[in-house]
């Protein structure tokens, strides 16, 4: 998929078309077999995708038959991070 540079909030965002490819994908596979979908801007994809009619559609048949296994645990890198921190105030 071809990607903007624009930042938003950190993330890059989808150009219309790259959007449009990800709905197809997903209303193709909706109700006919599992997806798997991780993120940490579930409620925020209307900034991601520049069609939020698209963003919308496309989270309510992920949404659907959905198991949402929320998350609230501090994410790796960002523990990763904070070690190398520690090690670097502690080291002469």
Not at 13 to 27: G, M, R
Not at 66 to 86: C, F, N, S, V, W
Request: aromatic residues 8%; charged residues 25%; proline residues 3%.
């Amino acid at each position: 998929m071809e990607l903007h540079t624009n930042r938003l909030i950190g993330y890059l965002a989808y150009d219309a078309h790259a959007a449009d490819l990800l709905f197809q994908v997903i209303s193709r596979r909706y109700e006919q077999t599992s997806v798997v979908v991780t993120t940490n801007l579930f409620k925020q994809w209307d900034t991601v995708f520049p069609n939020a009619s698209c963003a919308v559609a496309l989270v309510d048949r992920l949404t659907h038959h959905a198991e949402i296994i929320p998350i609230e645990e501090e994410g790796y890198r960002k523990r990763e991070a904070d070690l190398t921190q520690k090690k670097r105030r502690g080291s002469p």
